[in-house]
């Protein structure tokens, strides 16, 4: 759907999380940063995250199929599943011998 998100979290708590990560680097690497910078740095990785977890940015790289309209989702549904049944039966693969 246009409007969906993609992501394990919200964008406010994957920022928090994502921003300490990188505070910790900086300090790490021994450089200050002040809650001003802090507070920049939570912002600008809050909006690249809700940036890169649109459907558009992600069709736009083929990480999804389709972006389809809710009022067919129905069809799309049964379109997946007819596809799904027709998957041909795959044997079990084995290996053989490896030598390393």
């Keep these: 759907w246009p409007t969906a998100r993609f992501a394990v979290m919200s964008g406010d708590a994957a920022a928090s999380t994502l921003a300490e990560i990188k505070l910790k680097q900086l300090e790490r690497a021994g450089k200050r940063v002040d809650e001003k910078q802090k507070k920049e740095l939570v912002e600008s990785v809050r909006a690249t995250y809700e940036h890169q977890t649109d459907p558009r940015y992600a069709a736009a790289r083929l990480w999804v199929d389709a972006i389809i309209d ?7 549904l049964i379109w997946a599943l007819e596809a799904a049944a027709l998957n041909p039966e795959v044997r079990e693969f084995k290996t053989g011998v490896l030598q390393t």
Excluded: K, L, Q
Excluded at 70 to 76: E, S, V
């Design 70 to 76: 809710p009022a067919h989702t129905r069809d799309a």
